[in-house]
């Protein structure tokens, strides 16, 4: 199985996935959070930053692009081809108010005209540059059912992949994904499907262990061995398949979470951000947010990991953090 790594804005930085595939590896892709091109200005200096080849030389990134306009997205994707990439992503699943309010994101599946009027005018483009694009959807804006029509939608198009992560727009990120629209995506697609959501154990991901390919986001965060741990698991039960129906069956040992290694990725992430940020501030911001996620690794920790989230500097932040150490 093919493992993606989601694109979290403001999380899966360059810094950060740099740092990932150092002390875990295993990803067959990574997709950039999303840049936001206009008429006028297709790459800041700062997505220059992110997407350029030399800050990502040791792994497969395919950058992402929001936008409902061809013209940027357009004007971007040629900036992102001379810098070497040849698959690049349009972001269709963004829920956040103030991008689908402008009908983006998840805001353009309800504008069906405008979105054609998008694929049309990049796939021509695409097609002629030989380049591939891939699509990040969600099912609709309001109603799962918006789905029918925007899936044959979909299928006009040469789509790379679809990655579907299957909630709509007003659902957020809450609530279970359904499931059932997923499968008709799978049925009913002329395009590769990819699927993305809630999976957060090896047990999740063994339930989509019949696919090709799988997007993991948060899952990674709350447990940055969660592919590593479900390869092991797979291979020995498989293991231990193979041993029972010879009649010999032993137990394997328990996996066991590596927390010399989470703490090297830690430092290697914090020490950088240090480097390239000026002052604490915005160091500790990006830690927090990590820690967020990372609080999962550690039960009964409470007022330790509040320690953390209430440092103020990088002293009181490394203080909290040999106590949780
Ligand atoms: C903090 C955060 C930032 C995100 N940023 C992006 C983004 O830049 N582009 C995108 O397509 N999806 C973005 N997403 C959505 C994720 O890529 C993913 O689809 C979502 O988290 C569901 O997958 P998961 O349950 O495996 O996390 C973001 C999600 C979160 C929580």
């Not at 008429?39 to 930053?49: A, G, S, V, W």
């Not at 350029?52 to 409902?68: F, H, M, R, S, V």
């Not at 990819?194 to 999976?199: A, D, F, Q, R, S």
Request: glycine share 6%.
């Amino acid at each position: 199985m093919n493992f993606y790594f989601a694109p979290l804005e403001g999380i899966t930085r360059y810094i950060f996935r740099n740092a990932y595939e150092k002390y875990y590896g295993g990803m067959d892709k990574y997709f950039a959070p999303f840049i936001s091109p206009t008429d006028n200005c297709f790459l800041t200096p700062k997505n220059i930053r992110e997407l350029c080849p030399e800050n990502n030389d040791k792994i497969t990134l395919i950058p992402q692009i929001l936008t409902n306009k061809p013209v940027a997205f357009i004007g971007a994707a040629k900036e992102l081809k001379s810098m070497g990439y040849n698959e690049i992503n349009l972001n269709l699943g963004c829920p956040s108010g103030t991008v689908c309010v402008k009908r983006k994101g998840a805001g353009l599946l309800s504008e069906w005209y405008e979105l054609e009027k998008l694929l049309d005018g990049i796939f021509e483009w695409a097609g002629n540059e030989n380049v591939k694009l891939s699509v990040k959807t969600r099912l609709g804006r309001f109603e799962p059912d918006e789905f029918y029509d925007i899936l044959e939608i979909y299928n006009k198009y040469p789509i790379h992949e679809l990655i579907i992560h299957p909630r709509v727009e007003k659902d957020y990120y809450k609530g279970e994904p359904r499931l059932d629209f997923y499968e008709y995506a799978v049925k009913n697609s002329d395009n590769p499907v990819v699927y993305n959501g809630n999976l957060f154990t090896p047990e999740d991901i063994k339930k989509h262990d019949n696919k090709e390919s799988v997007m993991l986001g948060r899952g990674l965060l709350y447990n940055p061995e969660l592919a590593e741990c479900y390869n092991y698991m797979s291979a020995r039960d498989e293991d231990t398949e193979s041993k029972e129906s010879t009649g010999n069956n032993t137990e394997s040992a328990d996996y066991e979470f590596n927390f010399k290694r989470f703490w090297d990725f830690h430092d290697e992430i914090y020490h950088s951000y240090q480097e390239l940020m000026s002052g604490d501030k915005n160091v500790l911001f990006h830690m927090k947010e990590l820690w967020t996620y990372w609080k999962a690794l550690y039960n009964d920790c409470e007022r330790e990991i509040k320690h953390i989230l209430k440092s103020k500097n990088s002293g009181e932040y490394e203080a909290a953090l040999r106590i949780l150490k």
